[in-house]
């Protein structure tokens, strides 16, 4: 090497301008080998080494220590020979741009020329600093200075683009851009290169048209199972956030100038970490949404140490593609953040308050809309709430088939109770749960109204109702054989002796079976009605008790009681038939010609008229077979249509099929005045939806007008347990206010079925175990056995939107079907619900015959979060009905991809 070398200051990160020399690492004249790491310097971000891959003595002129050069500046040299090494130091002062006078225009001669206006000079003003895009003339310095502009936002006019006075003054385009510079008295220091780097940082978004929007999040789980994980709260909310951003990518674009957008399919999260003496700095978690819980934990622990001593290297700081500020852990209540350059949206996360955790995001509006940022922030809120489906994942699409890790620790048992956990209710809410706990160990007592498990399903609900409608399918199937040739059919005769005697054999059976297993399983089954005497202690009251399974008991009063200690309690009492207040019902119904879906099975025969009070499922159902039975059948209902919790369309098809049946009427939007009667001759006074009145004589009235919980029995208020609107309050993991104490089924209002009961038991048992399970509605299902059946699992298109959900649906009638037009089973329709972002099927809905069976894979579908890419590959058998949802999510599929290239 004859000639020096020049170590320059090296440019660390994209947004680096400047550096600090913080240290020498080597001295002058020491000789430097290839490799050898000779100083220390500050970037906007960190403290990184200078390597010089050169040999040679060290030499000045050296920049001094806490000197500042720009990027590629000189900061010190390497000589050949020991006698070329120079001691001095570097100036270090910034080195102006020459500064020049503002050059002659040429004008014609007579040229008019505009009064120029330049405001007074205040005295002693100081020059504005020279910009870096061009240069200034003296006097347009002074006077940009004296009024508080700023010239980098000022174009120039002067020959070679120079700023001249009057590009200062111009009401034209350069106004616009310039920002006021607020003279203040006093001397501040200089700001180091990371205070810097921030403020122009914030400077630069302040120029994004950004709007903010709020969403409260109950952390609470997600908090339980990090700690349970060992992993860190702040990794895995940006762990949720990532894979929010997956099913919601435009949050992951970025504006680019000119009028075009970045879409980044990988997600970097920068988090936000306060550092002595160093302010924020946000190191990045790289592809965060296809990394584990544990991996992303590790890389962070190693990023904030070395982050809090300056170590980070630049590709672990910069080019974040989304940032989360927590200032929740600093106990700010509420705040919103501004995003950073290279990104187009910010999460601000404050502390958690009453109505949860405030989560705001800030967002650029050139890039992501109102709409996107609610669909965004509802899906973060259920990825935090609902953390079992994720936090214990392998990564990928960010799920888990079975949850393994609880976000609530085991329910504490350690002290002298006569059983671990209560089970008040032995319907499938209540044995399902008792199963589960003792099938883990559990010392569990099932407490029950009846000598038979089974509660309102078996008895009185799901099973009898099904035994009927299997008699009325037979009826109604056999009008159809002679169309395939079957002849001699029909008409049928139904044995109502028969019939009943079957139903009660069945139930029977049932009912015998269930206990068996239960006792077997080592279940503590005890009869008597239950109460609660303090929040550990239950009596069990036996006067009331009976031997027939198929009535509902009361308890006794003032009679003798069993008192029973438990760590634990879970209710599952169900819910008995709601009377409404209409003159006559209750007398009506003391007196046998109102029946209820507790009384309907006391028939003795089939009535010639009846009338239904009650559009839901009950009362469709209950119609229909009566209907099929040969009975004059009107079916009232209050509401302007049938079947509230199924798909609109579907309830306003299945209203039509109902009233084609020729002894069916529906009337939708009545009201009923009045009950009147004795068995076999009772009448009913009602307004029809023009408000004309009504009077009909019918043999009796079936009052299906809904269940309420009976709260009143339990004592609830000895054990502390809160309710709202008539049922007991829990949250998703069945939790009441108390946190030992545990409510499932009807007696917490929402879907009254028997499998959400169940599904409800099943929570509640594994959150007692210490294990991770959540009810969620959005993925319940439910069937109405009707002919065609309706059935829904998951959202309509009409609940997607409410949840701010961009979704689309794909319907196909059953008539386009060759199964349906073999067996002429061609009534009805399917439809297929799922987000246009990321194909995820969300809902399935069914007007069909044998949607009981269908509705399995559509089941799996929804939760198993399937797409439609999934469902479209799929093989499914021909000729079998199936092959309707390979078909409709090749339909939508093709049109979702038509709207993407408009």
Same mark, same amino acid.
């Given at each position: 090497?004859?000639?020096?070398?020049?170590?320059?200051?090296?440019?660390?990160?994209?947004?680096?301008?400047?550096?600090?020399?913080?240290?020498? &690492?080597?001295?002058?004249?020491?000789?430097?080998?290839?490799?050898?790491?000779?100083?220390?310097?500050?970037?906007?971000?960190?403290?990184?080494?200078?390597?010089?891959?050169?040999?040679?003595?060290?030499?000045?002129?050296?920049? =001094?220590?806490?000197?500042?050069?720009?990027?590629?500046?000189?900061?010190?040299?390497?000589?050949?020979?020991?006698?070329?090494?120079?001691?001095?130091?570097?100036?270090?002062?910034?080195?102006?741009?020459?500064?020049?006078?503002?050059?002659?225009?040429?004008?014609?001669?007579?040229?008019?020329?505009?009064?120029?206006?330049?405001?007074?000079?205040?005295?002693?003003?100081?020059?504005?600093?020279?910009?870096?895009?061009?240069?200034?003339?003296?006097?347009?310095?002074?006077?940009?200075?004296?009024?508080?502009?700023?010239?980098?936002?000022?174009?120039?006019?002067?020959?070679?683009?120079?700023?001249?006075?009057?590009?200062?003054? *111009? %009401?034209?385009?350069?106004?616009?851009?310039?920002?006021?510079?607020?003279? @203040?008295?006093?001397?501040?220091?200089?700001?180091?290169?990371?205070?810097?780097?921030?403020?122009?940082?914030?400077?630069?978004?302040?120029?994004?048209?950004?709007?903010?929007?709020?969403?409260?999040?109950?952390?609470?789980?997600?908090?339980?199972?990090?700690?349970?994980?060992?992993?860190?709260?702040?990794? $895995?909310?940006?762990?949720?956030?990532?894979?929010?951003?997956?099913?919601?990518?435009?949050?992951?674009?970025?504006?680019?100038?000119?009028?075009?957008?970045?879409?980044?399919?990988?997600?970097?999260?920068?988090?936000?970490?306060?550092?002595?003496?160093?302010?924020?700095?946000?190191?990045?978690?790289?592809?965060?949404?296809?990394?584990?819980?544990?991996?992303? *934990?590790?890389?962070?622990?190693?990023?904030?140490?070395?982050?809090?001593?300056?170590?980070?290297?630049?590709?672990?700081?910069?080019?974040?593609?989304?940032?989360?500020?927590?200032?929740?852990?600093? /106990?700010?209540?509420?705040?919103?953040?501004?995003?950073? =350059?290279?990104?187009? $949206?910010?999460?601000?996360?404050?502390?958690?308050?009453?109505?949860?955790?405030?989560?705001?995001?800030?967002?650029?509006?050139?890039?992501?809309?109102?709409?996107?940022?609610?669909?965004?922030?509802?899906?973060?809120?259920?990825?935090?709430?609902? #953390?079992?489906?994720?936090?214990? %994942?392998?990564?990928?699409?960010?799920?888990?088939?079975?949850?393994?890790?609880?976000?609530?620790?085991? @329910?504490?048992?350690?002290?002298?109770?006569?059983?671990?956990?209560?089970?008040?209710?032995?319907?499938?809410?209540?044995?399902?749960?008792?199963?589960?706990?003792?099938?883990?160990?559990?010392?569990?007592?099932?407490?029950?109204?009846?000598?038979?498990?089974?509660?309102?399903?078996?008895?009185?609900?799901?099973?009898?109702?099904?035994?009927?409608?299997?008699?009325?399918?037979? !009826?109604?199937?056999?009008?159809?054989?002679?169309?395939?040739?079957?002849?001699?059919?029909?008409?049928?005769?139904?044995?109502?002796?028969?019939?009943?005697?079957?139903?009660?054999?069945?139930?029977?059976?049932?009912?015998?079976? $269930?206990?068996?297993?239960?006792?077997?399983?080592?279940?503590?089954?005890?009869? /008597?009605?239950?109460?609660?005497?303090?929040?550990?202690?239950?009596?069990?009251?036996?006067?009331?008790?009976?031997?027939?399974?198929?009535?509902?008991?009361?308890?006794?009063?003032?009679?003798?009681?069993?008192?029973?200690?438990?760590?634990?309690?879970?209710?599952?009492?169900?819910?008995?038939?709601?009377?409404?207040?209409?003159?006559?019902?209750?007398?009506?119904?003391?007196?046998?010609?109102?029946?209820?879906?507790?009384?309907?099975? %006391?028939?003795?025969?089939?009535?010639?008229?009846?009338?239904?009070?009650?559009?839901?499922?009950?009362?469709?159902?209950?119609?229909?077979?009566?209907?099929?039975?040969?009975?004059?059948?009107?079916?009232?209902?209050?509401?302007?249509?049938?079947?509230?919790?199924?798909?609109?369309?579907?309830?306003?098809? @299945?209203?039509?099929?109902?009233?084609?049946?020729?002894?069916?009427?529906?009337?939708?939007?009545?009201?009923?005045?009045?009950?009147?009667?004795?068995?076999?001759?009772?009448?009913?006074?009602?307004?029809?939806?023009?408000?004309?009145?009504?009077?009909?004589?019918?043999?009796?009235?079936?009052?299906?007008?809904?269940?309420? #919980?009976?709260?009143?029995? @339990?004592?609830?208020?000895?054990?502390?347990?809160?309710? &709202?609107?008539?049922?007991?309050?829990?949250?998703?993991?069945?939790?009441?206010?108390? =946190?030992?104490?545990?409510?499932?089924?009807?007696?917490?209002?929402?879907?009254?079925?028997?499998?959400?009961?169940?599904?409800?038991?099943?929570?509640?048992?594994?959150?007692?175990?210490?294990?991770?399970?959540?009810?969620?509605?959005?993925?319940?299902?439910?069937?109405?056995?009707?002919?065609?059946?309706?059935?829904?699992? /998951?959202?309509?298109?009409?609940?997607?939107?409410?949840?701010?959900?961009?979704?689309?649906?794909?319907?196909?009638?059953?008539?386009?079907?060759?199964?349906?037009?073999?067996?002429?089973?061609?009534?009805?329709?399917?439809?297929?619900?799922?987000?246009?972002?990321?194909?995820? !099927?969300?809902?399935?809905?069914?007007?069909?015959?044998?949607?009981?069976?269908?509705?399995? &894979?559509?089941?799996?579908?929804?939760?198993?979060?399937?797409?439609?890419?999934?469902?479209?590959?799929?093989?499914? =058998?021909?000729?079998?009905?199936?092959?309707?949802?390979?078909?409709?999510?090749?339909?939508?599929?093709?049109?979702?991809?038509?709207?993407?290239?408009?």
């Amino acid at each position: 090497m004859t000639e020096s070398y020049v170590i320059k200051m090296p440019q660390l990160s994209d947004t680096m301008t400047e550096g600090v020399l913080v240290s020498w &690492e080597k001295e002058i004249g020491e000789f430097i080998e290839r490799g050898t790491v000779v100083a220390t310097v500050e970037t906007d971000k960190a403290i990184m080494d200078v390597e010089v891959f050169r040999e040679g003595y060290l030499s000045g002129p050296q920049l =001094p220590v806490d000197g500042v050069v720009a990027v590629g500046e000189p900061i010190a040299y390497l000589v050949a020979e020991a006698e070329q090494v120079v001691s001095t130091e570097a100036d270090s002062s910034p080195k102006p741009a020459p500064e020049v006078d503002e050059p002659p225009k040429f004008e014609p001669a007579g040229a008019s020329k505009p009064k120029t206006r330049i405001p007074a000079m205040p005295e002693g003003a100081t020059p504005a600093p020279h910009p870096s895009h061009t240069r200034a003339t003296p006097y347009a310095r002074q006077l940009a200075g004296a009024h508080g502009i700023d010239l980098a936002g000022v174009k120039g006019s002067g020959s070679a683009d120079v700023i001249v006075a009057a590009d200062v003054v *111009s %009401g034209e385009g350069a106004k616009g851009m310039t920002r006021r510079i607020f003279k @203040l008295p006093g001397a501040g220091r200089p700001m180091d290169s990371m205070e810097k780097a921030i403020a122009h940082n914030m400077e630069y978004s302040l120029s994004m048209p950004l709007f903010r929007a709020t969403v409260h999040v109950d952390p609470s789980r997600l908090v339980a199972a990090a700690k349970k994980q060992g992993s860190s709260v702040t990794v $895995a909310l940006a762990k949720a956030t990532a894979l929010a951003i997956e099913e919601h990518p435009k949050i992951n674009s970025v504006y680019q100038h000119e009028d075009r957008i970045l879409e980044r399919e990988q997600i970097d999260v920068g988090l936000a970490v306060a550092t002595e003496g160093m302010g924020l700095v946000v190191p990045v978690l790289r592809d965060t949404s296809h990394r584990d819980i544990a991996d992303l *934990s590790a890389a962070w622990i190693d990023l904030v140490e070395r982050a809090r001593i300056k170590r980070l290297k630049p590709e672990e700081y910069s080019n974040p593609t989304f940032v989360i500020s927590n200032m929740g852990m600093l /106990g700010v209540a509420y705040f919103d953040a501004i995003p950073s =350059p290279g990104t187009s $949206a910010i999460l601000a996360i404050a502390t958690t308050g009453p109505q949860g955790m405030p989560v705001t995001i800030t967002a650029d509006h050139r890039i992501v809309n109102g709409a996107d940022a609610a669909r965004f922030l509802n899906t973060f809120k259920e990825r935090v709430e609902h #953390p079992e489906t994720w936090i214990s %994942g392998s990564g990928g699409d960010g799920t888990v088939p079975t949850p393994k890790k609880s976000p609530k620790a085991p @329910l504490p048992l350690e002290g002298d109770w006569d059983y671990d956990v209560v089970v008040i209710g032995a319907g499938p809410g209540g044995e399902d749960c008792a199963r589960e706990l003792v099938e883990h160990g559990l010392k569990v007592a099932l407490i029950n109204d009846s000598p038979l498990p089974g509660g309102e399903c078996l008895w009185r609900g799901c099973i009898p109702s099904k035994t009927w409608r299997a008699a009325a399918d037979r !009826i109604r199937d056999r009008v159809h054989d002679a169309r395939l040739g079957v002849e001699g059919t029909a008409p049928t005769a139904l044995s109502w002796k028969t019939l009943e005697a079957t139903r009660r054999q069945l139930l029977q059976s049932r009912g015998e079976m $269930a206990l068996k297993a239960d006792k077997g399983m080592k279940i503590k089954f005890i009869q /008597g009605h239950a109460r609660f005497a303090d929040e550990h202690h239950v009596e069990v009251v036996t006067a009331g008790n009976s031997d027939d399974p198929f009535s509902r008991t009361q308890p006794g009063s003032n009679s003798p009681s069993q008192k029973i200690s438990f760590a634990g309690a879970v209710i599952a009492t169900g819910a008995p038939p709601f009377i409404p207040p209409i003159p006559g019902a209750q007398e009506g119904l003391r007196e046998g010609g109102v029946l209820t879906s507790d009384t309907v099975w %006391g028939l003795e025969q089939i009535p010639k008229r009846l009338a239904v009070i009650g559009g839901g499922a009950i009362g469709v159902e209950m119609a229909q077979i009566f209907q099929d039975f040969g009975s004059e059948v009107l079916l009232l209902e209050a509401q302007d249509r049938l079947l509230a919790e199924v798909e609109p369309e579907v309830g306003k098809l @299945l209203a039509g099929v109902l009233n084609a049946d020729p002894r069916l009427t529906v009337q939708t939007s009545t009201k009923v005045q009045a009950i009147s009667g004795q068995p076999g001759a009772m009448e009913v006074s009602f307004d029809d939806g023009e408000g004309a009145s009504h009077r009909l004589e019918v043999d009796h009235v079936i009052m299906a007008t809904g269940k309420r #919980p009976h709260l009143e029995p @339990l004592a609830l208020d000895q054990a502390g347990v809160a309710t &709202e609107n008539g049922a007991i309050r829990v949250d998703a993991q069945c939790t009441t206010s108390k =946190p030992h104490i545990f409510a499932v089924g009807d007696v917490i209002g929402g879907l009254m079925l028997a499998h959400t009961a169940a599904q409800q038991g099943r929570v509640a048992a594994a959150t007692i175990l210490g294990e991770a399970h959540a009810y969620e509605l959005e993925k319940d299902c439910g069937v109405i056995f009707t002919r065609p059946q309706a059935a829904f699992v /998951g959202l309509s298109l009409v609940q997607a939107k409410e949840r701010g959900i961009d979704a689309a649906e794909v319907k196909m009638p059953i008539r386009i079907d060759a199964k349906a037009m073999i067996s002429n089973e061609t009534e009805g329709l399917i439809k297929i619900v799922a987000d246009k972002d990321s194909h995820r !099927i969300i809902g399935v809905h069914f007007l069909a015959d044998h949607a009981d069976t269908l509705i399995g &894979e559509a089941v799996m579908m929804v939760a198993g979060n399937m797409t439609l890419e999934q469902v479209a590959r799929a093989i499914h =058998p021909h000729p079998t009905q199936t092959e309707m949802f390979g078909e409709m999510a090749r339909r939508l599929l093709s049109r979702l991809r038509r709207t993407q290239r408009r």
